[in-house]
């Protein structure tokens, strides 16, 4: 007879632990710990469920995102569209070379029905991974305590050219303004386009689109031109990421302020820091990992390069990991 090949799932304060390949995923009432093999035994790391939430949901929400999704210093994600890396302290440089680093590759699906198994179980009633800490409160910590699946089922928005188009994604005219952009004005622009041309010219208020987002850190297509893809998005608290580019992303700060914190992709080790004003632009280069803080909920113009060979380009040395000289 065979034996049952998955022995029932352990729990920790009534939370179910996972695995991935090698790698072992267990949370309490506070942290999430990974394991992995590393030199005959198994390393472990720690961190804060709430941020280990977030930055999966991200994760799940983006398909692995482009290049590299950092959770925190140690453990995260590599897209190889398609397949997808798991890593711990790949890009740590104290533990890479240390040789306690592991990394393992799986079919995206894989993985990403992994991950969603885990946050439906690790996600408890009233904690929203996409909300501001403020309005989601302590809800992620203590024992288990039911789930929140519309949180983390959202419908994502696929534009395909603009929202308002017909045809296209809606205007958000269904959410409410958030508290921090109550002064945001709400008129929408006159169009007056030339008779046979109703359906192709079009414009929406995007200071109004934002000012009624739901969630924060992540961007959403606004606009689409050929691979030029505009992303904004509402920004408070902290980037739930610490996002290795596999290409250079463009930055236009819309309003308020973030500050940027940019370090080397493959070690960590700091670069630099910058706050963006509303109206400064700037260039993450295709070589760097950063994350973002915003004091104040603010708006933020991710503009996305979505051309398919890029990272190959950037690897094999034919475009500089910084898009323009002066
Ligand atoms: C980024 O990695 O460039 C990024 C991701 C999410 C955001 C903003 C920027 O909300
Ligand atoms: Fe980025």
């Known amino acids: 007879m065979a034996t049952a090949q998955v ?5 920790i304060a009534g939370y179910r632990t996972f695995t991935l390949g090698a790698f072992n995923f267990a949370r309490d009432e506070y942290f999430v710990t990974i394991t992995w093999p ?3 035994k198994r390393s472990s790391h720690t961190m804060s469920a709430d941020a280990f939430l ?3 949901m991200r994760d ?6 482009y290049g590299l999704v950092n959770f925190d210093a140690v453990f995260g994600t590599r897209n190889l569209y398609g397949k997808v890396e798991l890593f711990a302290g790949r890009y740590n440089e104290a533990i890479h070379k240390s040789g306690l680093s592991y990394v393992e590759t799986f079919d995206s699906g894989e993985a990403m029905a992994k991950f969603k198994e885990i946050l439906a179980d690790w996600v408890n009633a009233g904690f929203d991974p996409f909300a501001a800490p403020s309005e989601t409160g302590n809800t992620a910590f203590g024992e288990k ?3 929140n699946m519309a949180a983390i089922e959202r419908f994502r ?5 603009m929202p308002g188009l017909e045809g296209d994604s809606p205007l958000r005219e269904d959410l409410k303004v958030n508290r921090a952009f109550a002064d945001v004005g709400q008129e929408e622009p006159e169009i007056q386009a030339e008779p046979g041309f109703e ?7 995007l200071f109004k689109y934002l000012s009624r987002s739901d969630v924060t850190w ?3 297509v606004t606009s689409v031109c050929k691979r030029s893809l505009f992303c904004p998005t509402t920004e408070e608290y902290i980037l739930p990421i610490i996002h290795g580019n596999d290409r250079v992303e463009w930055f236009v700060q819309l309003s308020d302020e973030i500050t940027w914190d940019v370090a080397d992709r493959e070690t960590g080790r700091p670069r630099a820091r910058l706050t963006m004003k509303a109206g400064d632009v700037a260039a993450m280069p295709a070589d760097i990992r950063h994350q973002g803080y915003s004091k104040k909920r603010s708006m933020l113009l991710v503009w996305e390069n979505a051309t398919a060979d890029l990272p190959q380009r950037y690897e094999r040395g034919e475009l500089k990991p910084w898009p323009v000289d002066f």
Do not use: D, M, Y
């Open 54 to 56: 977030r930055a999966t």
């Open 60 to 65: 799940v929400a983006w398909n692995f995102f």
């Open 218 to 220: 992540n961007p959403s």
């Open 199 to 205: 359906k192709e010219l079009h414009a929406f208020n």
């Open 38 to 40: 590393a030199k005959g």
């Open 157 to 161: 928005v696929a534009t395909k050219r």
């Open 145 to 147: 305590n039911g789930n």
């Open 7 to 11: 022995s029932a799932p352990e729990k």
